[in-house]
């Protein structure tokens, strides 16, 4: 079982951006992903950003997000990064790392984080 804490949810205006990181310990496989998920009251959880491979060799995006969001890792710190930019009132949401996930924006992951909270206000 991976541990997972994320950090770097706030509160921004529209157009602004936010750095998300997930520190995480425990066994990850360099075969599965890692991701970040969101999910906004009323609404399931959704895929926002998949990597894959250790370090990053693969990328994966949903659409909405695409060309705004951009997800890294660090595999010497053991954390995994999502940078936030142009940022839009649709994006308030709860944001949640979860690893070793067997698919790309698919919620079927072994380990999850406890969130962390971002709203944008227009």
């Known amino acids: 079982q991976v541990q997972l804490v994320e950090s770097g949810g706030d509160s921004v205006q529209a157009g602004g951006s936010l750095r998300l990181s997930c520190a995480y310990s425990?066994?990850?496989?360099?075969?599965?992903?890692m991701a970040w998920f969101r999910q906004a009251p009323g609404k399931e959880r959704e895929g926002v950003a998949s990597?894959?491979?250790?370090?990053?060799?693969?990328?994966y995006y949903a659409g909405s997000v695409k060309g705004r969001f951009t997800i890294s890792q660090d595999v010497a710190k053991n954390s995994v990064y999502l940078q936030m930019d142009s940022l839009r009132p649709e994006d308030t949401a709860m944001y949640y790392c979860a690893a070793n996930c067997r698919y790309p924006l698919e919620p079927a992951c072994d380990s999850w984080g406890q969130g962390t909270q971002v709203t944008v206000s227009s």
């Open positions: 425990g066994y990850t496989d360099e075969w599965k992903f």
């Open positions: 990597i894959y491979g250790r370090g990053g060799r693969s990328t």
